[in-house]
């Protein structure tokens, strides 16, 4: 899986927001706030991964329990599926 091209991080702030860039911009449902291991999973995702190297790649940068990790990315990477932003 990789995140799709046609979009953008930006910080605001704060806070970080992934951004479509194509005929859906002014559609705000589309746009995606995330938090800082948020962005690390986006920067992650710029090339190719399998959820199971991105865990692995998780694990090794934060101390958290594996299963509340994959239960958590695994809710980030669906939502970022519903908003159109992951290419599997």
């Given at each position: 899986?990789?995140?799709?091209?046609?979009?953008?991080?930006?910080?605001?702030?704060n806070?970080?927001?992934?951004?479509?860039?194509?005929?859906?911009?002014?559609?705000?449902?589309?746009?995606?706030?995330?938090?800082?291991?948020?962005?690390?999973?986006?920067?992650?995702l710029?090339?190719?991964?399998?959820?199971?190297?991105?865990?692995?790649?998780?694990?090794?940068?934060?101390?958290?329990?594996?299963?509340?990790?994959?239960?958590?990315?695994?809710?980030?990477?669906?939502?970022?599926?519903?908003?159109?932003?992951?290419?599997v």
């Open positions: 899986m990789k995140i799709k091209n046609n979009n953008i991080l930006k910080q605001i702030g806070d970080y927001v992934i951004i479509p860039l194509d005929d859906t911009t002014s559609d705000l449902d589309k746009v995606f706030k995330i938090n800082k291991v948020g962005v690390e999973i986006y920067n992650l710029q090339e190719d991964i399998t959820f199971n190297a991105l865990i692995d790649k998780l694990l090794e940068l934060y101390s958290v329990d594996k299963d509340v990790l994959i239960s958590d990315v695994d809710k980030f990477i669906n939502k970022l599926k519903d908003k159109g932003l992951l290419d």
